[in-house]
């Protein structure tokens, strides 16, 4: 059996982990307009990106792990497939969503820091003005977008470990989760 190495199971962990929580978060705050909660949600997300980057960088370099034999050639495409858009869309939510509060006016504090000011409207006091209608635009619809094809390939992901562990009963969720050797 090919084992894994240590880094790829704790970046694997730990970013699901932070995925999952991001996730959850954004879809009871955007449907429930809990505003109290945004910038909770704009704050963690933008530090995920500390984890997530070195995470993809980690997989670029060391390539995607050999798949356990016997598998059939479309299971390995469809597996690849699935995990390089769990990839690019870890790395396309933050962005677009530290993009969004760039350019939508709200600004983004990370737990005091201001790294992008919020642009009060001064003839409208609470409210604020769009520094750039065009990227707000851009980036509100690729967070939306990209997160239900996110929700749907994490679904799929997990169905597929399930699948694997109890009906197939072979490693491949077991050797992502042996970090003891
Ligand atoms: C891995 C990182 C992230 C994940 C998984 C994530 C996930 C989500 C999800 C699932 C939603 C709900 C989508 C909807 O139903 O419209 C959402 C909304 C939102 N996210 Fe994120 N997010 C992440 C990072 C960020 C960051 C870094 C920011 C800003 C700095 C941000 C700002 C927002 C905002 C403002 C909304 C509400 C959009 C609206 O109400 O139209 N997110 N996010
Ligand atoms: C309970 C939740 C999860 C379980 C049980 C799970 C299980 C697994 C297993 C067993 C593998 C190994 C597949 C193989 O050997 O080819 C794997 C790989 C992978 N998983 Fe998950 N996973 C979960 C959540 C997530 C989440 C939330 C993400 C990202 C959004 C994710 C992203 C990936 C990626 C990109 C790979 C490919 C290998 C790598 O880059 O580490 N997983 N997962």
Redesign the pocket.
Known sequence: MYKLSRPTIAFHWLTAI??LG??GL??Y???TNTNSL?PL??AL??L?LLL?LPRVVWRLREGWPKPLEPHKKREITAARTVHWVLLIA?VG??VS??I??ATNGYG?SIFGLDVFPRVPDPANPGAVLIPSPFWDTLT?WV??WL?YL?AGAVAIHIAAAIKHHFFNKDHTLRRMLNFRR
């Open positions: 932070t995925i991001l996730m954004g879809f705050m955007a449907n945004y949600h704009k997300g933008a995920s997530i870890m939510m933050p969503g530290v969004m509060s983004l509100r967070h939306e997160s996110l």
